[in-house]
């Protein structure tokens, strides 16, 4: 265990100190394990975005335990993935104390004892330390300040359970290829394998999502290879249901990797789907799944704020803007966003945004719609961006979309699915 601790309190590190992606950290650690069992490469990964996720209380109690400042920081890295181990994990507390002791031993000797100290205090103080540590917000609800800050400014009472549920792991929801079958028969499919799922949506709109009682391997779903089924979480479903495609229309997908909602749409009708995103590699991602689903697209890597770089001046009946955001919305799958974010990130956001609605704006069809989307729950990033557009564009009207909550196009992240937003544009002559 305590190389697994040593790795998981390098990968954060590099996430805390280097502003390095999670994702990323933990695939090169993993590539450098390739020995390591499934059970131990799962535990990396379980230690690794854990401790990010409770970071803002895991400090709050180091910084109690320790008495003066930890000069050797690997040392102060293991302290918080252990503390993580002994609250949170279900691992024995003295196999936790001992493995890290001996991780301390093994990164430096000297400061060994104190490690056995700190988290010896730990558990003997242990319901005290929680209490004190959460008596400032970060301590209790894990998140930066200025996040806590934003979010009571903007909803008030709702925000603690907002806070809550970025903490919690995120639900595993199943999206099934229409094409090949519905959800009612894939269920049963599931059932014949022993996992369970419970079908989640909303009839108004046509959204049949399957929601698992407890994540699998994509390896154990029935048919996911032969492209029966998809992972998708049940707020970013919506989209292509939102949209409104129908067969036969040219449609686009700007910002489209790694291509969840491109499938989707294709699944949805049989359209001319042209499918951009601005990072060549994660492009790659996008022909991997249509690949899988034995679907088609035309895929161009290209800037969607400048289209003239790639647009061939066709106009597109539907276009989905699913644009670059802060990820609010998603951090209990992204532990590190709410870490590696600054408040002054989200107006760098909002004017990106900006720019792209009005560039996409452009290829749009007369009498055609264009849905705005995020992952974000900051209005910044979202009603205060699409009430600009409307200022600015006097041939755009905003459409009412059906949504699970009465939201305006705010989705808050819950037990069924992660924050987002939509807005529906028409483009029309009247105003």
């Not at 730990?122 to 800050?149: C, H, K, V």
């Not at 492009?283 to 890597?301: F, I, K, P, T, Y």
């Not at 996409?360 to 009498?367: K, P, T």
């Amino acid at each position: 265990m305590h190389n697994i601790q040593i790795a998981a309190a390098q990968i954060v590190q590099q996430v805390l100190v280097d502003g390095r992606n999670l994702n990323q950290v933990l695939e090169e650690s993993l590539r450098r394990k390739a020995v390591w069992a499934p059970a131990q490469r799962a535990a990396l990964q379980d230690l690794s975005y854990g401790t990010l996720r409770f970071y803002g209380q895991l400090r709050a109690l180091l910084g109690l335990l320790l008495h003066k400042p930890m000069l050797d920081q690997r040392i102060y890295y293991v302290l918080l993935v252990a503390l993580y181990q002994l609250q949170y994990s279900k691992a024995a507390q003295h196999a936790v104390v001992d493995h890290a002791v001996r991780s301390a031993q093994l990164l430096n000797a000297k400061v060994s004892g104190l490690a056995n100290a700190v988290l010896r205090n730990f558990l003997r103080n242990q319901t005290t330390l929680l209490e004190q540590a959460a008596r400032a917000a970060e301590g209790r609800y894990s998140y930066p300040q200025w996040w806590i800050d934003e979010l009571q400014a903007q909803y008030g009472e709702r925000s603690a359970a907002i806070l809550e549920a970025g903490n919690r792991h995120p639900p595993m929801t199943l999206r099934v290829n229409r094409r090949r079958g519905t959800s009612a028969d894939y269920r049963a499919q599931l059932e014949e394998q022993d996992i369970a799922a419970r079908l989640i949506g909303d009839d108004l709109i046509g959204l049949d999502a399957l929601l698992l009682d407890k994540p699998v391997p994509v390896d154990k779903l029935p048919g996911f290879f032969d492209g029966l089924v998809s992972v998708q979480d049940a707020g970013a479903q919506y989209a292509a249901l939102l949209l409104d495609v129908h067969d036969g229309m040219r449609v686009l997908d700007a910002c489209a990797a790694p291509g969840g909602k491109t499938a989707h749409i294709l699944e949805s009708a049989a359209v001319q789907m042209v499918a951009v995103d601005k990072d060549e590699k994660r492009l790659q991602r996008v022909a991997e799944n249509l690949q899988r689903l034995d679907l088609g697209a035309q895929l161009l890597a290209g800037d969607a704020a400048n289209p003239e770089s790639w647009w061939d001046g066709k106009p597109f009946q539907r276009i989905l803007a699913d644009v670059p955001c802060s990820a609010s919305g998603v951090v209990r799958r992204h532990p590190d966003i709410k870490w590696l974010r600054r408040r002054a990130d989200i107006p760098g956001f909002a004017a990106q945004q900006l720019d792209i609605l009005r560039a996409l704006w452009r290829l749009l069809a007369q009498d055609g719609k264009l849905l705005y989307a995020t992952c974000s729950v900051f209005r910044q990033e979202n009603e205060q961006v699409v009430a600009a557009f409307l200022a600015q564009q006097p041939d755009a009207r905003r459409l009412p979309v059906v949504l699970p909550e009465d939201s305006d196009g705010q989705m808050l992240p819950n037990d069924q699915h992660d924050g987002f937003f939509y807005a529906l544009l028409h483009k029309s002559e009247d105003r």
